[in-house]
Nanobody, 118 residues
Framework: QVQLVESGGGLGQAGGSLRLSCVAS????????VGWFRQAPGKEREFLAA????????RYKNFIEGRFFISKDIAKNTVYLQMNRLKPEDTAVYYC???????????WGQGTQVTVAS
């Protein structure tokens, strides 16, 4: 089982940027993918982006690329979500998850709160 810990959340300003980090430990990620999701109050959890640990495969939610970017640092066992041009509607708990593919996730972190002030 892989353990995931998110960080980097907090209060952001509309139009500003935040970078979230997801540090993995435990089981190797070498044949897996890591994704970012978010859940706003009263809404369902939604997929944002994912990246393969090997190679350069990525997948994004429609219309999110251009503001949000996913990247990885293999040496640090970390996946990042760079969020630019923040909007108040980006306010949510952000989770990272690991899985076998870019669309299948079975290990989840505890989440980090992002609040964007207008």
């Amino acid at each position: 089982q892989v353990q995931l810990v998110e960080s980097g959340g907090g209060l952001g300003q509309a139009g500003g940027s935040l970078r979230l980090s997801c540090v993995a430990s435990g089981r190797t990620l070498s044949n897996r993918a890591v994704g970012w999701f978010r859940q706003a109050p009263g809404k369902e959890r939604e997929f944002l982006a994912a990246i393969t640990w090997r190679g350069s495969g990525t997948r994004y939610k429609n219309f999110i690329e251009g503001r949000f970017f996913i990247s990885k640092d293999i040496a640090k066992n970390t996946v990042y979500l760079q969020m630019n041009r923040l909007k108040p509607e980006d306010t949510a708990v952000y989770y990272c998850a690991a899985g076998a593919t870019l669309t299948n996730f079975d290990s989840w972190g505890q989440g980090t709160q992002v609040t964007v002030a207008s």
